[in-house]
């Protein structure tokens, strides 16, 4: 009876081994930073996509998927790189997934400036 128990708990324990994968590769949409060739993009990537495979052999698993850790190492490996990370929602800003900047709940407007004339600029320091 206990054999027949190790057994199933083994056999259960393979299958859902089986099941889990290793992420192949990005499932996130980078692009080349400004002025950036397609050589120097695709050097970079193969850098990160080694970099973040290296990351999941070091980082024990959480509570976030395998193919999110390796996402976000990937993105932040490239964003160091000098790479835009697309975010939607926000043209032109380029911060990692699920990185926003801080809000509140009012927004409220700068002050109007005094009316009259404005005051002349600072003196230049002398050298």
């Known amino acids: 009876?206990?054999?027949?128990?190790v057994l199933a708990a083994l056999g259960a324990a393979a299958v859902m081994a089986?099941?889990?994968?290793a992420p192949t590769g990005p499932s996130v949409m980078v692009l080349p930073g400004t002025g950036k060739t397609m050589e120097q993009?695709?050097?970079?990537?193969?850098?990160?996509?080694?970099?973040?495979?290296?990351e999941l052999e070091?980082?024990?698993?959480?509570?976030?998927?395998?193919?999110?850790?390796?996402?976000m190492a990937y993105m932040q490996c490239m964003y160091?790189?000098?790479n835009q990370i697309p975010v939607a929602g926000r043209p032109g800003y380029s911060s990692p997934a699920g990185?926003?900047?801080?809000?509140?709940?009012?927004?409220s407007q700068p002050p109007v400036p005094p009316a009259g004339t404005p005051p002349p600029p600072p003196a230049s320091p002398s050298r």
């Open 80 to 82: 160091a790189q000098g």
């Open 58 to 71: 070091r980082a024990k698993a959480g509570q976030v998927s395998a193919q999110q850790r390796y996402d």
């Open 18 to 21: 089986g099941c889990a994968s």
């Open 41 to 54: 993009f695709q050097t970079e990537d193969a850098r990160c996509r080694q970099a973040a495979s290296g």
């Open 1 to 5: 009876m206990k054999i027949s128990v």
């Open 99 to 107: 990185a926003s900047p801080a809000t509140t709940s009012t927004i």
